[in-house]
C-alpha cells in the first residue's frame, strides 16, 4: 500500500469527491475508522444508510474492497448481517476501480486524511 500513489489515484475521484467538503460524493477526510453513511451534511443513498446502521465501519480493508464494486459490496455486507431485505436499491457510487493494488493504494491515502 503507497499512499503518495494512492494520492495520486485520488485525482480522478475528485469529480465527485474532496478531502474537506461534501461535493456530489461525501467529504473524505476521516472515513477510514467511520461509519458508513455518517458523513456530516451529506444526504447518503438508503443503502449506505441501511449498511452503517448494520455495523459497516470503513476500515481500509472495507474501502479496498468497495472500491471494486460499491453496490455489490455493500448489498453483501447487508446480507452476510441478516438483513438482506434492505439490500435494495444502489448507492450514488457508481465509479469502480478494478486493480486491486490501486484500490490498495488509494485506501492507504484516505486513511491518512484526518
Avoid: I
Avoid at 495520486?8 to 460524493?25: E, I, P, S
Avoid at 461525501?26 to 438508503?46: D, E, I, Q
Avoid at 431485505?85 to 491515502?109: C, I, P, W
Amino acid at each position: 500500500q503507497d499512499a503518495a500513489k494512492g494520492e495520486a489515484l485520488f485525482k480522478q475521484c475528485q469529480t465527485c469527491h474532496r478531502a474537506d467538503k461534501n461535493m456530489v460524493g461525501p467529504a473524505l477526510a476521516g472515513v477510514v475508522g467511520r461509519k458508513a453513511g455518517t458523513a456530516p451534511g451529506f444526504s447518503y443513498s438508503p443503502l449506505n444508510h441501511a449498511a452503517g446502521e448494520a455495523g459497516l465501519v470503513w476500515s481500509q480493508e472495507n474501502v479496498v474492497e468497495y472500491l471494486a464494486d460499491p453496490n455489490a459490496f455493500l448489498k453483501k455486507f447487508l446480507t452476510d448481517k441478516g438483513q438482506a431485505d434492505k439490500a435494495t436499491g444502489s448507492t450514488k457510487m457508481t465509479f469502480k476501480l478494478a486493480n486491486e493494488q490501486q484500490r490498495k493504494d488509494v485506501a492507504a491515502y484516505l486513511a491518512t486524511l484526518k
